[in-house]
């Protein structure tokens, strides 16, 4: 090259528009690929009935896997109100008696037929030693519907009654 001779130097501008043109390439790029994901299975429908979930929680309860029975416990407590009775028993076994309490309670509204709900509750309380006389009448009430299992609801009632005045 000759002393005389300039070189070209690139024009400014059509640098600048070169640049954002790769940038925006490569932005497109990355959205179009970020969307080209596998596929997503999406269930709309629990396949388990509350029933066929009531039964998992006992195999998780059996197994010591509280927390798992719980999460389907409380699915299938949506449609089967028999599932606060197993909810207060799994928070019971995990001594979160306030808990307890709740789903007891739930059980004993919701199934007011039920004794197990009841002397469960009556349990509890005896348990925490409180509401003794509601305890008692719990336990009470539980032989009285169901007088097949008045063994059990018996020794409730009677350990209850040791505890003292009401």
């Known amino acids: 090259m000759g002393e005389d001779e300039i070189l070209d130097t690139p024009d400014h501008t ?4 070169n640049k954002y043109t ?11 690929f970020s969307a080209c994901r596998l596929p997503r299975i999406i269930v709309l429908d ?3 009935t509350p029933e066929e979930h009531l039964n998992l ?7 010591n896997e ?3 029975a719980i999460k389907e416990y409380k699915l299938a407590a949506e ?7 197993y909810l207060g028993n799994t928070y ?16 004993v509204e919701k199934l007011p037929g039920n004794a197990d709900a009841r002397n469960n509750l009556a349990w509890l309380y005896y348990t925490k030693k409180t509401n003794l006389a509601e305890a008692e009448s719990l336990a009470l009430k539980a032989i009285e519907l169901n007088p097949a299992k008045e063994p ?11 505890l003292g005045p009401r």
């Open 14 to 17: 059509e640098m600048m528009k």
């Open 22 to 32: 790769i940038f925006f390439l490569i932005l497109y790029c990355l959205l179009i």
């Open 46 to 48: 629990d396949p388990l």
């Open 57 to 63: 929680g006992v195999a998780y309860e059996k197994n």
């Open 66 to 68: 509280l927390d798992p």
């Open 79 to 85: 449609k089967l109100p028999l599932a606060y009775l």
């Open 92 to 107: 019971f076994q995990k001594s979160e008696l306030d808990k307890a309490e709740k789903y007891f309670k739930m059980a």
């Open 152 to 162: 059990v609801y018996r020794d409730t009632l009677e350990k209850i009654r040791a």
